[in-house]
């Protein structure tokens, strides 16, 4: 049995329409579960856990390298996502429009994150800066500071 081109070409059109839905479906599952992680970690910053301790991380670096290819292959040519289906595509761009939020929060959190670890090392450093001038027999000058000398009230004559 041999197919006209027509029908071929028909046939090549329904395959690559139905892998382009599946590669949006598939973009769509990586987009839920990125913007599920970066809204566990904006939970867990409001919180005020150092960003340091954060466990999501690793894997939400691992899959926004994942999607910024995706995106990167997609500008330079090399994939197209062709949405024929409305539905799909108003999917497509409400999932990225909820990542695109969660990710700005994420960025207000962990600057904010930053800042506060920033302001505790201060706090530290401050107090071991004032430590060692209490002990210090230098002043700023780098010369022996001169002491106070107690004066005692018994004095003999």
């Known amino acids: 049995m041999t197919m006209s081109v027509a029908q071929a070409n028909s046939q090549a059109t329904r395959t690559n329409a139905a892998n382009g839905d599946a590669r949006i479906k598939s973009l769509i599952a990586l987009i839920d579960v990125l913007t599920a992680l970066v809204a ?29 290819r995706t995106v990167a292959e997609c500008a330079a040519g090399t994939t197209t996502l062709n949405v024929r289906d409305r539905l799909l595509r108003e999917q497509l ?54 002491r106070a000398v107690s004066s005692g009230t018994s004095r003999s004559a």
């Open 40 to 68: 566990e970690e904006n939970a867990e910053l409001a919180k005020g856990l150092p960003a340091s301790r954060l466990k999501q991380v690793d894997e939400k670096n691992r899959l926004a390298e994942v999607f910024e």
């Open 93 to 146: 761009l409400e999932r990225i429009l909820k990542l695109r939020a969660a990710m700005d929060e994420n960025l207000v959190r962990l600057r904010a994150a930053i800042e506060a670890s920033n302001r505790r090392i201060e706090a530290v450093m401050q107090a071991i800066r004032e430590q060692i001038a209490a002990v210090s027999p230098y002043g700023a000058s780098g010369r022996v500071a001169a």
